[in-house]
């Protein structure tokens, strides 16, 4: 399969654990985004790479959160202390140099605080 | 920053029938303009996107028109079946030569339900 792959696809996790998602883009795209989706609206966006460079964050993106990509390939994002209202789809989408505004979505991980 | 408003929320069609979806944008710097369609538990997929070049986009049943004096898209769905259910959410992005921001902006999602 060479589209986007997000691990874990679902996590449950207890309020004030860490967690951490990953994210593996189309080969040779270089830029990745990060979105959080809750049921029933629209993706929002979180923060976003080219290569290795975190070009934007979302005020959405607390200090509790963090993203990483160091190698410009796969990307990382980590939730520390999380908090009920964390629970969402988070998603990762990819997009190709030349062609960057078409955006290519991972299936997502579904993040359960209890 | 970018707003995005899309409706209705809702829409029950009977198969055959045509389908539209209405979004509005704020940011007149916005110049791509894609449709997702999301199905329960998958990712969202893109059918068809516009660039503000171009006033209308036609792909087999789907269209997609684009007014920016209005600062307004719709996406058009003909000859709908029932595999055509799903979640469709329209976005915004503002994307400049040089300095490229890429950042989505999505509407809130059209439920469509397309009935034997």
């Known amino acids: 399969d060479t589209g986007v792959s997000q691990d874990p696809r679902h996590k449950i996790t207890k309020r004030g654990q860490n967690v951490t998602f990953r994210c593996d883009p189309i080969?040779?795209?270089?830029?990745l985004y990060w979105y959080r989706q809750t049921l029933g609206q629209g993706p929002e966006f979180l923060t976003y790479f080219q290569n290795e460079a975190q070009l934007e964050k979302s005020r959405l993106l607390s200090d509790r959160f963090s993203a990483e990509r160091p190698k410009g390939s796969f990307s990382t994002l980590e939730i520390q202390r999380t908090e009920q209202g964390d629970s969402a789809m988070y998603l990762c989408?990819?997009?190709?140099?030349?062609?960057?505004?078409?955006?290519?979505f991972g299936p997502g991980t579904r993040l359960l605080v209890l | 920053g970018e707003n995005v408003e899309q409706h209705p929320s809702t829409l029950s069609v009977q198969e055959g029938d045509s389908a539209v979806i209405k979004c509005t944008y704020s940011d007149s710097a916005s110049n791509y303009f894609p449709w997702y369609k999301q199905e329960l538990g998958k990712r969202p997929q893109l059918i068809i996107d516009?660039?503000?070049?171009?006033g209308e986009k036609k792909d087999q049943r789907i269209a997609v028109t684009l007014n920016k004096t209005a600062k307004h898209f719709s996406l058009h769905i003909t000859e709908t079946q029932p595999e055509d259910s799903a979640v469709y959410f329209c976005?915004?992005?503002?994307?400049?030569?040089?300095?490229?921001?890429?950042?989505?902006?999505f509407g809130q999602g059209t439920i469509l339900t397309v009935h034997p």
């Open positions: 976005a915004a992005s503002r994307n400049a030569g040089g300095t490229s921001y890429g950042k989505l902006t």
């Open positions: 080969s040779e795209h270089n830029r």
């Open positions: 516009i660039r503000s070049n171009v």
């Open positions: 989408a990819s997009s190709l140099r030349g062609n960057q505004e078409t955006q290519y």
